[in-house]
């Protein structure tokens, strides 16, 4: 099993910035994906940014320019740095961990979830 913890969130002023963290812990398997969701009130989850173990990215069109996703390997950690907050950023952000096996998807694992909140 993965246990994931997040940390980093709260309130911010609209073009702000704030850093969010997740640290992993358990057998995340040399082959993964980790990334961030965030799930606003009302609405899906929906995703934020992936990098995989490669660290190939991906970026929601949304925070593409604004967010920027890293990960340490060493510490299997994962950073969402987040710059030029708006309202609509606010949401409460998931880090999660997919976990492949010799080239096969096993599961996916999810943190406890941050809220991040951008209002003046």
């Known amino acids: 099993q993965v246990q994931l913890v997040e940390s980093g969130g709260g309130l911010v002023q609209p073009g702000g910035s704030l850093r969010l963290s997740c640290a992993a812990s358990g057998s995340i398997f040399s082959h993964n994906v980790m990334g961030w969701f965030r799930q606003a009130p009302g609405k899906q989850r929906e995703l934020v940014a992936t990098i995989s173990s490669d660290r190939s990215t991906n970026y929601a069109d949304s925070v593409k320019g604004r967010f920027t996703i890293s990960r340490d390997n060493a510490k299997n950690t994962v950073l969402l740095q987040m710059n030029s907050l708006k309202p609509e950023d606010t949401a409460v952000y998931y880090c999660?961990?997919?976990?492949?096996?010799?080239?096969?998807?096993?599961?996916?694992?999810w943190g406890q979830g941050t809220q991040v909140t951008v209002s003046s």
């Open positions: 999660s961990v997919d976990r492949y096996y010799r080239g096969r998807y096993m599961d996916t694992n």
